[in-house]
């Protein structure tokens, strides 16, 4: 991703590229002009301490981007239902850390001193069983939940072996925050 990055903004001389930790960005205080936070704070160890720290280095006036999707929304078409909820619950339960910080972004960018000026909630639409198996996990998560014994193997590989005949439909709610300092 950083070698993408540095591809993109080559040329030009106010953008800089670094790699670093969420937790102890490498960056002096206040030198920031503008920050984007896409898919990160949900896989963090403390998101808060994350935004709190982006503050930090942000200088007054900046502005900042944040996405994040609210996993307790996933929803799965299938007709066994009981299964596509078990693989919602199993993925905002267990698969990603902090699954619902879609729904607190706008919240936590407000106690971390930012002000919020505008929040957007979109819900992407997967109709390609492939991609939404890539992007959502469904093999791999599925295969985790039966692993754990949450849901039975039969059962999981017919429901994923039925999503994958299709037609196949999934979405989930995606959360995007614009604020300033």
């Known amino acids: ?20 930790d969420a937790h102890g960005l490498p960056i002096e205080s206040g030198t920031v002009d503008r920050a984007k936070i896409d898919r990160v704070l ?6 808060a301490d994350a ?13 900042i981007g944040l996405a994040e999707p609210d996993w307790d ?30 729904r607190s972004l706008a919240r936590l960018a407000e106690q971390a001193g930012f002000r919020v000026e505008t929040v ?24 985790k ?4 014994g949450l849901v039975g193997r039969d059962r999981g590989h017919r429901w994923f072996t039925g999503l994958a005949a299709g ?4 979405s989930f709610t995606l959360v995007s925050v614009i604020c300033s300092r």
Not at 51 to 63: I, N
Not at 145 to 148: E, G, S
């Open 51 to 63: 935004l709190a720290r982006l503050h930090r280095v942000t200088r007054p006036g900046a502005r």
């Open 167 to 170: 037609p196949f439909y999934a």
């Open 42 to 47: 949900m896989h963090v160890a403390e998101p």
């Open 73 to 102: 929304t996933l929803i799965v078409d299938s007709e066994d239902l009981g299964t596509s909820r078990a693989f919602t619950r199993y993925t905002a339960e267990e698969a990603v850390r902090n699954a619902t910080i879609g």
């Open 120 to 143: 957007r909630a979109a819900a992407p639409v997967f109709r390609d069983f492939q991609e939404a198996d890539h992007t959502l996990g469904l093999g791999g998560n599925m295969q």
């Open 1 to 20: 991703m950083l070698t993408r990055a540095r591809e993109r903004t080559d040329g030009l001389p106010r953008v800089e590229i670094r790699e670093g």
């Open 145 to 148: 939940a039966i692993d754990k």
